[in-house]
């Protein structure tokens, strides 16, 4: 699923990236350590965390895709970041879990 689609099913806007990033599983987590120990490659990942570490995160573990949920922006340096890491971000409305529902036809990130 690419970037596009994936705003498009959690009505999100889409911060930093083409809208072709591509996604092939979903990451729920807010705890960065976590989020380092356990998402997959190619994930979408689901946090509240806006800051320029989560892009920083999803540069060690193959994250192509952060949403933001409860409408936190994103600040300039964590877009700015973003788009130097080739990362996309989108904003939007929903909780984590409503945006966990709305991608359910991902799969969830593999074990490590």
Not at 31 to 54: F, K, P, R, W, Y
């Amino acid at each position: 699923m690419n970037t596009k689609e994936i705003a498009g099913k959690i009505e999100g806007k889409i911060l930093s990236g083409t809208g072709e990033e591509q996604a092939t599983n979903v990451y729920v987590g807010d705890l960065l350590s976590d989020v380092m120990g356990h998402a997959g490659d190619e994930c979408v990942l689901v946090t509240i965390q806006n800051h320029l570490n989560t892009i920083a995160v999803c540069t060690l573990v193959g994250c192509q895709v952060v949403v933001l949920c409860h409408n936190r922006p994103a600040p300039p340096d964590m877009i700015e970041g973003a788009a130097r890491e080739e990362v996309a971000i989108i904003s939007t409305a929903m909780s984590q879990y409503e945006v966990a529902l709305a991608l359910s036809s991902l799969p969830p990130s593999p074990r490590k």
